[in-house]
């Protein structure tokens, strides 16, 4: 079992999970942690050298430039509707990086 790959994924798929949470709870903190693992996830991104890793690395930072501003602007204005709005785009960014691990992953075991 490669660990690399399980810490990788681990967190592709928390960054999600946690997002989803803070649109059932909408709350300050929810939305900290799901931006602090989506970063955290894309840290882990930055020496990856996949196939798709250029594909992995953009849509982690589309997740990271909704969180950030979501939870700025949460703290600053308190406009929860906006915040939601920018989650969601997260989620749909991080939907479509784990389908492109999905992909990777398929891509790799045809390799052997």
Sequence with gaps: ????????????????????GFLYDNNEIALFVAASINLASTLLKIGVRNILSAELFASSLVADLHLIPAFIIMQVSGNLTIAISLAIGAVIANVF?????LIESAK?????
């Design 97 to 101: 990086s784990l389908a492109l691990v």
């Design 1 to 20: 079992m490669d660990w690399g790959k399980v810490t990788y994924i681990f967190f592709a798929l928390m960054s999600l999970t946690t997002t989803a």
């Design 108 to 112: 790799t075991r045809d390799e052997f």
